[in-house]
């Protein structure tokens, strides 16, 4: 599915794709909460990414937990 956002066009189904594979993988290690709720730093990173080009779900979902990680260093979650 295609959604257009201003002048551009996003995959959803790619893009959520590897939200649900980097959220369920910071799920399991305990850095996200167990609960249903969308993370938006964390899809925020994803989509940037699809919008600088990376169009590998794997690719970005592997990126994301790798930004979302070393963010949280840096300022951890309350």
């Known amino acids: 599915m295609l959604v257009e956002r201003g002048v551009r066009v996003m995959n959803a189904g790619l893009v959520g794709d590897a939200y649900a594979i980097a959220s369920n993988y910071l799920r399991r290690t305990g850095a996200l909460?167990?609960?249903l709720v969308t993370d938006e730093?964390?899809?925020e990173i994803i989509v940037q990414?699809?919008?600088n080009g990376?169009?590998?779900k794997i690719r970005l979902a592997?990126?994301?937990i790798a930004e979302f990680e070393?963010?949280?260093q840096?300022?951890?979650l309350d």
């Open 41 to 43: 730093r964390l899809l």
């Open 74 to 76: 840096t300022s951890p």
């Open 54 to 56: 990376e169009v590998n």
């Open 62 to 64: 592997n990126k994301a």
């Open 33 to 35: 909460p167990d609960n």
């Open 70 to 72: 070393a963010l949280q």
């Open 49 to 51: 990414m699809f919008r």
